[in-house]
């Protein structure tokens, strides 16, 4: 399959402290990417996107970046919860309808 | 607005079974792609369908097959399960190609 998934790479951090997750994305022609959530028995879960027409976008207590250069997209949480302990993964679209590759995922621990 | 709605949400089928999960997307939305989540692959592309139409198609065998209504709900079926098949399937629903994608609660199949 294209999204390889292995050991999960894991984050801990402590409550409040701020957190970046990071993803390696595949293919250059890529236009669109979003970052989600998924916590244990429930499907992933929209956190925000960025167009690759943009470096940065901002939403609530989350940033992405996109480096196209290299092929990179952030994710940073601030002040981080414990409510924010789950699974990221970030997914790539490039114009191929609604098809979205993901990445292998990351799971942040976060510590109260 | 109610979220993407997927039923059931386990299943427990024998090897050599076949099997059929639903899912409905948010109203409005014509695009609905599958996933299968395993722990060891992660999360791969099985197919979409936009308009009653399947658009993409991801690397797995013919045993796996879907199909959209005109009221955007999509079905997909799994013949002749193996134990391999055992994984959450997820359901994601959007408007169209590099847009918002939002997950179901997923079918947690068992082959046993």
């Known amino acids: ?13 402590q409550e409040g402290d701020n957190s970046i997750i990071n993803c ?10 979003i970052w ?4 244990s028995g429930k499907g992933p879960q929209f956190i925000i996107d960025i167009r690759s027409n943009m470096d940065k976008r901002q939403g609530q207590r989350v940033t992405v970046l996109l480096n196209k ?13 414990p409510g924010d302990s789950a699974v990221y993964f970030c997914a790539e679209n490039y114009n191929q309808g609604g098809k979205l590759i993901f990445g292998q995922g990351t799971e942040l621990s976060v510590k109260p | 607005k109610a979220g993407v709605t997927q039923t059931p949400r386990y299943l427990i089928k024998t090897r050599g079974q076949q099997v059929t999960l639903s899912c409905s997307p948010i109203s409005g939305h014509r695009s609905v792609s599958w996933y299968q989540q395993t722990p060891g692959q992660g999360l791969q592309f099985l197919f979409e369908y936009f308009s009653e139409t399947q658009r993409n198609k991801g ?11 005109s009221n955007s709900r999509s079905e997909m079926n799994v013949s002749t399960l ?3 098949d055992s994984a959450l399937y997820l359901c994601a629903s959007s408007s169209g190609s590099g847009t ?3 997950f179901g609660q997923g079918t947690r ?4």
């Open chain 1, 1 to 13: 399959g294209e999204s390889v998934g292995l050991h999960l790479p894991t984050l801990s951090v």
């Open chain 1, 24 to 33: 390696a994305y595949s293919n250059s022609a890529s236009d669109y990417f």
């Open chain 1, 36 to 39: 989600y959530k998924q916590e």
């Open chain 1, 69 to 81: 250069t290299v092929k990179h997209l952030s994710l940073q949480i601030a002040a981080t919860q």
């Open chain 2, 59 to 69: 690397n797995f065998p013919g045993r796996f097959s879907g199909r959209q209504f």
């Open chain 2, 82 to 84: 193996e134990l391999g």
């Open chain 2, 100 to 102: 918002e994608a939002f």
């Open chain 2, 109 to 112: 199949l068992t082959v046993v």
